[in-house]
């Protein structure tokens, strides 16, 4: 434990450990010292002179350095001016008046000041209601200014710095907090400021403008409405939206968020989500979120949902009861026997997957989940489990990046590995091309597409690189899919294992194995004993197939040519897809804003969501769907109240052992303060209230036997002359069906780029921009070619989700076309 | 008692009958005659405009956080100069009031910036059913004066770029 300290703020003692600034230990004690530009996860640079407080040291003669005494206590020696909080560090000794006349007076004209050219147009504003300077200047303002109301400067009140992000600039008060965001924790600076004194304005640096993933969050800790959101914009004010918790469902990270929503008279008087917050967590994703948890959450809401459950008569869907949708189905299931066919998403909660996999176990049938990905039986025996924080990564921790863009795949796990590495913690990262991370990786290893695994087991030699990872105190590998198949991938995740458990990095808190998933609740899927299966054409041949929370028609021609093939297609979802375009049975599951469930994040976190938003038309609940077929093929599983699915599950899943819905339901205190009273100080992410989730326990923590099987060698496709290298990439916004809704992301998602070396495309005679067709394995797509130096020549990188059907790396043809 | 009082009594009665024969009735022929209100009464709401027609209204919802009955409801939406509503960046897209909740007390009338609600002195209020009891944006606006001040209407760029307008020191 660092040194502690011990001052006096307003007559009280406080004990804080050395290096806390002083407003922080204000904060620390009760006592408020009114803040704009500073934040606590933000380094200080006192601009906005808000926190002018009296600071007073103890004396020390010059010529002894002994403390002066007086009155039995050592001297004060207070400043003759006002000092700011935010940049002063504590010292022992000290005494801090807050409250005196001279800091409140000092304190009401840097309000008086800072009001000088704000347009006070609070009704119109979207901060209006949660706005620091509002608050602040009730509690400290003068309530009346001495400037002439003509010498305001009128300045631009909408620029756009970017299709997300708008910027009023006669309300900003230049605290710079939304820069330092930027360039300190997200890494991008792709905002600054330009011009000087009043006319000191932010502007965009990137083209397209404000161009990060993390740009949501300047307008959470801006503390007055001059960063605005463009999907919030004039939604509603703050005081009228009701807060639910709920888990971000974009990617494994599981976000902590709070779901804002209203009644509204443009959805037809529906209740709707207006817009999403984070939730501060600081074991998962503290008190951010990114721009595609923040802004994709409109697929729930579209006009394409499934509302009534339908059976196929005379070749057409027909609306048909819940009773004779789940009896055909029932029966369809009964006769296949073992040629039953589970398909799940990880897009469905822990309740949901148990069901279905328990309902498949009990036909003898097969459980497959949906995924690119494989390698997730590792993650459960050598994952990570209690105790893993990435907060608590710094010195004598090494991470290990493979085959995974972080800043595209888990945005948020980006962040936190670049945080732990600037503590100090050894990162190692190989890819092979750049990714951001690069930047601040202690070791970078470039490979070539088809050696990740080679790359891994290079470990077990001697090396610099080799040598930091094994004499680290504590280890973490995250793994994801960069230019692998579900084959790859899972060769890859044996290799990482068989490293940890060599080296002896599992086990314990921070670590093991992570796994960068697709979705959100794939390592949920893997724990209930889900498998992926690399060909499913295979498997669906002559199968009754159940199909829940997946589109493989839309995703795939040649799965959906293999569903034709299937016996009878049941399918389960929240929207109208492709696959259920050619569905026997459709059943209308609810979104996860319409339910209660639990999902399992790549950390092996389990967390809880809630119901923010009644149900739409006659949809259930996938696990109570489940559980009706079930219950008319005469095997009862639990089905209507979510809780009791889930302690059923922790019964018979032995990494779930111990948990109920309370205990993912309890909460801790966290520094820094947000949300409350206290939004001036961390901003308006809402404090977590309704739970921060448990860890699972894996194999290696509970003492079992590991048994990691031998690394499979997969064999990597070679192009033959005239072919290229074709590798699927992970593009964080994509056409998914939960991204595709979001029309404010359109931009982002733009239209399908190959990415080729310059001098391949030039080898082709290709020039950027223009179109090639692509074709393998009976696949082919056209797409524009985007030039990019970092690709290794020879090969293409194909983002999945796009339009192409990529599965895993492939040798392909291209054509221009003109 | 005298055989005479009763019979006094009486007369007395009918001569303040007789009296008030003369005087002038207080009795309006409503609804053919309508009674004049004070100029603090308390009526149905009017929405108002500005002389150039443009809505007062800026959706700002103030006035929905301040009734006691929550009987207001706004939604609100972005002003374009090809599509003006009001002053500003901000518009009232729906503006409805339930006036079988509404209790006449006046705080969305102190609540709002720009004096745009304002309880008028219409008290004809009676309804068929409780949905026509919802008065809506349309039904609350003050007509316009002539057909041009229609709202929206295209104006000339960059000229309504404030919502809250200018508001003098009343001590001054």
Not at chain 1, 327 to 347: C, D, I, M, P
Not at chain 2, 4 to 25: A, D, H
Request: aromatic fraction near 8%.
């Amino acid at each position: 434990m660092s040194k502690q300290i011990t001052l006096t703020i307003d007559g009280k003692q406080v004990t804080v450990p050395a290096g806390t600034y002083v407003a922080d230990a204000a904060k620390m004690s009760g006592i408020d010292v009114p803040v704009f530009c500073h934040h606590p996860k933000l380094e200080p640079v006192g601009m906005c002179r808000m926190c002018l407080v009296e600071i007073g040291r103890p004396m020390r003669d010059r010529s002894t350095g002994e403390y002066v005494m007086e009155n039995g206590g050592p001297k004060i020696q207070f400043m003759p001016k006002l000092e700011t909080a935010c940049t002063n560090k504590v010292e022992e000794g000290m005494v801090i008046l807050t409250e005196s006349a001279k800091a409140m007076n000092g304190q009401k004209g840097t309000v008086e000041f800072l009001l000088t050219s704000h347009p006070l147009d609070c009704p119109v504003c979207d901060k209006g209601g949660e706005c620091p300077l509002q608050n602040l200047t009730m509690a400290h303002g003068p309530g009346k200014s001495r400037f002439i109301y003509d010498e305001k400067l009128h300045l631009d009140k909408m620029v756009p710095l970017g299709e997300l992000i708008y910027l009023d600039r006669e309300r900003c008060i230049q605290c710079a907090r939304c820069v330092r965001f930027q360039d300190e924790i997200a890494g991008d600076s792709v905002i600054g400021f330009d011009d000087r004194g009043r006319s000191m304005q932010i502007v965009s640096l990137s083209d397209p403008g404000f161009d990060s993933v993390f740009s949501g969050n300047t307008s959470d800790i801006c503390p007055v409405g001059a960063l605005t959101t463009a999907d919030f914009r004039f939604g509603a004010r703050p005081w009228e939206l009701e807060a639910q918790a709920s888990i971000c469902t974009q990617c494994p990270v599981g976000c902590n968020t709070t779901l804002n929503t209203r009644r509204e008279a443009k959805a037809g008087g529906n209740i709707v989500v207006k817009r999403v917050m984070p939730r501060q967590n600081e074991e998962v994703n503290e008190i951010w979120l990114c721009d595609k948890g923040r802004f994709a959450y409109h697929y729930a809401e579209g006009k394409t949902r499934l509302t009534k459950p339908q059976v196929r008569k005379d070749k057409k869907l027909a609306r048909a009861s819940w009773d004779a949708a789940t009896k055909l189905a029932a029966e369809k299931f009964t006769q296949a026997k073992k040629n039953f066919v589970v398909l799940a998403s990880g897009r469905l909660s822990n309740e949901d997957l148990f069901n279905l996999k328990t309902l498949s176990d009990h036909s003898k049938g097969k459980a497959y989940l949906y995924s690119h990905m494989g390698g997730g039986e590792l993650t459960s025996l050598v994952g990570v489990g209690e105790g893993t924080n990435f907060a608590d990564m710094g010195k004598g921790t090494a991470i290990v990046i493979v085959a995974s863009n972080l800043y595209e795949e888990a945005p948020i796990w980006y962040l936190r590995v670049k945080q732990a590495a600037e503590r100090g913690a050894t990162l190692i990262v190989l890819n092979p091309r750049e990714t951001k991370l690069d930047k601040y990786a202690d070791h970078v290893v470039r490979y070539d597409y088809g050696d990740e695994v080679k790359s891994v087991q290079d470990f077990s030699k001697k090396s610099k690189i080799s040598d930091a990872f094994t004499k680290a105190s504590n280890a973490v590998i995250l793994y994801g899919s960069e230019g692998l198949g579900v084959g790859g991938s899972a060769s890859l995740a044996t290799a990482c294992a068989k490293l940890l458990k060599d080296t002896d990095h599992i086990g314990k808190p921070n670590n093991g194995l992570i796994g960068v998933w697709g979705r959100a609740n794939d390592q949920g899927a893997w724990e209930m004993g889900f498998q992926v299966e690399a060909d499913l054409t295979k498997a669906f041949k002559g199968k009754t197939v159940y199909i829940v929370g997946a589109d493989p028609v839309g995703d795939d021609p040649k799965l959906a040519k293999a569903l034709e093939g299937a016996e009878f297609v049941a399918v389960q979802d929240v929207m109208e897809t492709a696959t259920t375009g050619i569905a026997h049975v459709v059943l209308p599951a609810q979104a996860f804003t319409e339910r209660e469930g639990t999902f399992t994040s790549g950390e092996r976190r389990v967390q809880r969501f809630y119901q923010a938003v009644p149900v739409t038309g006659e949809a259930k609940p996938d696990f109570g769907i489940t559980s009706q077929i079930a219950r008319n093929m005469g095997v009862i599983l639990e089905g209507t109240s979510v809780s009791a699915v889930f302690d059923i599950l922790v019964e018979s899943v032995k990494s779930f052992e111990g948990l109920n819905y309370a205990k993912l339901a309890e909460v801790r205190a966290q520094w820094p303060i947000v949300g409350r009273s206290d939004l001036y100080y961390g901003g308006t992410t809402y404090e977590n209230t309704q739970g921060m989730g448990v860890h699972l326990s894996t194999a290696a923590m509970r003492g079992e036997k590991l048994s990691i099987p031998r690394v499979q060698k997969e064999a990597s496709p070679r192009p033959k002359e005239n072919e290229l290298l074709a590798v699927p990439v992970t593009k964080l916004y994509d056409r998914g069906t939960t991204v595709a809704p979001a029309e404010l992301l359109d931009q982002r998602v733009g239209e399908l780029n190959i990415s080729l070396h310059p001098d391949a495309a030039q080898e082709m005679g290709v020039e950027a921009g223009q179109t090639v067709n692509v074709s393998f394995n009976g696949v082919s797509g056209e797409a524009a070619v985007k030039f990019d130096a970092t690709v290794p020549v020879g090969v293409a990188l194909i983002p999945r989700s796009m339009g192409i059907a990529i599965r895993e790396p492939v040798a392909v043809r291209m054509k221009y076309v003109a | 008692m005298s055989v005479f009082e009763p019979v006094i009594e009486l007369v007395r009665g009918l001569g303040t009958t007789i009296k008030m024969m003369f005087e002038k009735p207080v009795t309006f022929q409503y609804p053919e005659q309508k009674r004049e209100v004070r100029p603090r009464f308390r009526g149905r709401h009017v929405l108002k405009r500005y002389d150039n027609g443009l809505e007062k209204c800026i959706g700002c919802s103030l006035c929905a956080a301040a009734c006691p009955a929550d009987a207001i409801f706004v939604e609100s939406s972005e002003n374009t100069d090809e599509k003006r509503f009001s002053p500003g960046e901000r518009y009232a897209s729906t503006y409805e009031i339930n006036m079988l909740r509404c209790i006449y007390c006046g705080y969305c009338e102190d609540a709002c910036p720009t004096e745009a609600i304002v309880l008028g002195d219409n008290y004809e209020l009676s309804f068929y059913d409780r949905r026509s009891a919802i008065y809506t944006k349309e039904s609350l606006l003050e007509p316009v004066p002539t057909v041009d001040m229609t709202t929206p209407r295209k104006v000339e760029p960059n000229v309504y770029k404030r919502s809250v307008p200018e508001m003098k020191d009343p001590q001054k």
